[in-house]
């Protein structure tokens, strides 16, 4: 059984190659900088963190300095029960079409977005920089917790964080965007994958009723960088089973546990 596997790695490892030498670069990197305009790092990788094991959430603030943060006392995600119902303040989306180029880097599925597509809350602008995806879901939600969790991770100017989650669950009333991504999902262990050229719209990965819960809290993964901005849709998106298999196959399983409340206060913007 193991040897179909392999083979198969190693041809995309292969076809992942070629399409860097397609584009006259030497590294994914390069061609990823080429063709999408999305800048090398240039810093040096971070130190590793993991779901599990010797590198999991309950480590993650001891194995480096600049994940202190994951030991804080506004961490996310939490439990949103006893949130505080106040008059419905609509969030503003602004999003162009971007191509779809996916990411895998061993942690997560990355959708890179590029710049101009923003999110207006309380009149003041967050840009989107990425879409990614947790399974099971992160948030507890009216006490449950989702099938998958999306993340459209946005940034202000000052370099302030403001979280958008998605719950997904497996209904009838399938989204067709998450379809389309699930067909185009990189190969399960094959890191620093992108998937072919086409455009997708992260205003169609948003629930069509959007009422929603705000608290403050913090990436849910290092550095756990904290004064985020979350809002928590409270409608789900749905999705077939066999989707959310594909998405589970690649993803393993990659949801923070949950984190203190401490005192913190969530709002609940529901008409
Ligand atoms: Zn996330």
Request: glycine share 6%; proline share 6%.
């Given at each position: 059984m193991g040897e179909p596997r392999v083979q198969c790695r190693t041809l995309a490892r292969l076809f992942s190659v070629l399409l860097s030498c397609y584009a006259g670069e030497s590294s994914a990197w390069s061609w990823r900088e080429s063709l999408f305009g999305i800048p090398e790092p240039r810093e040096p990788p971070p130190v590793p963190w993991a779901y599990s094991g010797d590198n999991g959430p309950d480590r993650w603030a001891s194995l480096s300095p600049k994940y202190a943060a994951c030991g804080g006392q506004q961490q996310s995600p939490i439990d949103l029960s006893g949130a505080t119902v106040v008059p419905f303040s609509p969030l503003s989306f602004h999003y162009r079409s971007n191509p779809l180029h996916i990411i895998n880097t061993g942690n997560q599925?990355?959708?890179?977005?590029q710049p101009g597509s923003y999110l207006i809350a309380n009149h003041h602008p967050?840009?989107?920089?990425e879409v990614h995806?947790?399974?099971p879901g992160e948030h507890v939600i009216?006490?449950?917790v989702a099938d998958l969790e999306l993340h459209l991770v946005h940034q202000d100017e000052r370099g302030r964080f403001a979280v958008v989650a998605v719950?997904?669950?497996?209904?009838?009333?399938?989204?067709?965007t998450l379809m389309r991504i699930a067909e185009r999902l990189p190969p399960v262990d094959l890191q620093g994958y992108y998937a072919r050229r086409r455009g997708i719209n992260a205003v169609f990965l948003l629930p069509v009723k959007k009422?929603?819960?705000r608290y403050l809290g913090s990436l849910t993964h290092p550095p756990c960088t904290e004064d985020t901005i979350w809002f928590v849709f409270d409608?789900?998106?749905e999705i077939d089973a066999g989707d959310l298999?594909?998405?589970r196959q690649v993803l393993g399983r990659n949801a923070r546990p949950l984190q203190p409340r401490n005192g913190r206060q969530v709002f609940a913007f529901l008409r």
């Open positions: 599925l990355l959708l890179h977005y967050y840009e989107l920089k995806f947790h399974s009216r006490g449950t719950p997904v669950r497996v209904g009838i009333r399938r989204n067709s009422t929603y819960f409608h789900p998106l298999q594909r998405f």
